[in-house]
């Protein structure tokens, strides 16, 4: 289930020097005809760096969603939800731009994006 709208505030959770970004758009979602486009964990979306370094802040980059507050069902039937949205921030080729991740990326982020993966702390 997506439960990030556009306009959405995430925390970054790399060691890039951004702390807070929000959602300008969602990538290769199709939309409805005045439906605000959404995205989900494991979704490729492009942000805005809000909080952070100054030489990080104004920046249009691309971010992974890796945590969101609205339950979400997985194929077994348990349902999942964390505390916080979180998302770590990605360069056009498809490499996370921090060398480390702070906290918890779900399965489901982790299993789309081998990067994430190879350099998250824990996997739920």
């Given at each position: ?8 505030r ?96 779900a ?18």
């Amino acid at each position: 289930m997506r439960g990030l709208p556009t306009g959405a505030r995430l925390t970054c959770i790399d060691n890039t020097g951004a702390k807070v970004v929000q959602i300008i758009m969602t990538v290769k979602i199709k939309g409805v005809h005045r439906r605000t486009p959404t995205a989900g964990v494991g979704d490729l979306v492009i942000v805005s760096v809000k909080k952070g370094a100054t030489e990080m802040k104004r920046q249009i980059l691309k971010a992974v969603i890796v945590r969101q507050r609205r339950p979400f069902r997985r194929p077994d039937g348990l349902m999942v939800q964390f505390e916080d949205n979180a998302a770590v921030l990605m360069t056009d080729t498809g490499e996370t731009k921090g060398t480390m991740i702070k906290g918890p990326v779900a399965i489901e982020a982790a299993e789309r994006w081998p990067k994430i993966a190879a350099i998250a702390a824990t996997i739920l």
